[in-house]
T-cell receptor, first 112, second 113 residues
């Protein structure tokens, strides 16, 4: 079956540091890949997505590239802010009906 | 206007009770979902409906029964609540296609005491 593996947290960074969260997946066919973010006490929001190999998704300074050869979709941001503190989920949709398969989530804490 | 709204936001109840969570979306989507987030933040799909028809039913106890009166609404009824049902339940909707994202509600934090 499909699965998503992402690095465990918490990840603690200082403001303006570089952030990388690793995400790898297992899927048959050609899944679509997503990063969702969950701020404290809130629901999930789409951060970015990529729907085919070599696509780069980007939003709010975050980027991730769909790498089929390494089955990866790592999330990066060049300079984090305190407001980026949240839980980040890597996810895929690999079959019909848009069912999301999530990774375990990575908590990111950014300190001033 | 909230795209996906679910009520209530918090629900505290005793073991053995029956409770319902309601969800509504105004995005015109055909497909709606219930996801469960456990205490370690892990998210797993429970059910999905497409145009009022059940299309995904993961391994969930029979005490959980979804109902979709129309394609804009998806409710979750839970009978005989147990301590292990304590979690955050998220409703979501999407077009149902592989390359489009889902929109999530704010979640319902269910605490069974």
């Amino acid at each position: 079956g499909n699965s998503v593996t992402q690095m465990e947290g918490p990840v603690t960074l200082s403001e303006e540091a570089f952030l990388t969260i690793n995400c790898t997946y297992t899927a048959t066919g050609y899944p679509s890949l997503f990063w969702y973010v969950q701020y404290p006490g809130e629901g999930l929001q789409l951060l970015l997505k990529a729907t085919k190999a070599d696509d780069k998704g980007s939003n709010k300074g975050f980027e991730a590239t769909y790498r089929k050869e390494t089955t990866s979709f790592h999330l990066e941001k060049g300079s984090v802010q305190v407001s980026d503190s949240a839980v980040y989920f890597c996810a895929l949709v690999g079959d019909s009906w848009g069912k999301l398969q999530f990774g375990a989530g990575t908590q990111v804490v950014v300190t001033p | 206007d909230t795209a996906v709204s679910q009520t209530p936001k918090y629900l505290v109840t005793q073991m053995g009770n029956d409770k319902s969570i309601k969800c509504e979306q105004n995005l015109g989507h055909d497909t709606m979902y219930w996801y469960k987030q456990d205490s370690k933040k892990f998210l797993k799909i429970m059910f999905s409906y497409n145009n009022k028809e059940l299309i995904i039913n993961e391994t969930v106890p029979n005490r959980f029964s979804p109902k979709s009166p129309d394609k804009a609404h998806l409710n979750l009824h839970i009978n005989s609540l147990e301590l292990g049902d304590s979690a955050v339940y998220f409703c979501a909707s999407s077009s149902g296609r592989m390359n489009t994202e889902a929109f999530f509600g704010q979640g319902t934090r269910l605490t069974v005491v």
